[in-house]
């Protein structure tokens, strides 16, 4: 019983280690400008974790469940964030460009762990293919 004790305590202690969960401000001259299915298709399945415009979900609260969230958030931010696509040097974009269309072709994105709890996040294979296809048309501006 003394363990059941020790666990209870330390998961109310880790509660007090909260990482900060951001959304920094969105100007929309840097966002992303994309047809309005594909923005639909991005906002539902991908903005969570790539721009600055995160849905927090209420078990973000709750270590450590939330570090690992609030990783994830900060990684995807870090490679691709669509709030601040205006920034991204061409060639770091055509690289982007060409790592999203080999992800959602290896069902990679999005995460499974993330659509367990978002299963509206789940891209068809109409929406896959309406996404590679605008990914195909950036690159060819290039």
């Known amino acids: 019983m003394k363990i059941v004790y020790i666990m209870i305590v330390l998961l109310l202690a880790i509660q007090l280690i909260r990482p900060e969960k951001t959304n920094p401000p969105v ?4 966002t992303l400008k994309a047809p309005d299915n594909v923005m639909k298709i991005l ?3 991908c903005y969570d974790c790539h ?6 979900p209420w078990y973000s609260q709750i270590a450590p469940l939330s570090w690992n969230i609030i990783g994830h958030v900060n990684d995807g931010r870090d490679a691709l964030n669509f709030s601040k696509w205006s920034e991204i040097d061409p060639k770091i974009k055509t690289k982007r460009l060409k790592r999203s269309i080999k992800t959602i072709n290896n069902g990679m994105m999005p995460l499974s762990n993330y659509l367990m709890m978002h299963e509206a996040a789940q891209l ?5 293919k309406t996404i590679i296809d605008w990914c195909n048309k950036e690159l060819k501006k290039r």
Do not use: C, I, V, Y
Request: proline residues 0%; hydrophobic residues 15%; aromatic residues 6%.
């Open 124 to 128: 068809s294979n109409e929406q896959k």
């Open 43 to 45: 906002k539902t399945s």
């Open 51 to 56: 721009s600055n415009e995160t849905k927090w």
């Open 27 to 30: 100007d929309e001259a840097l």
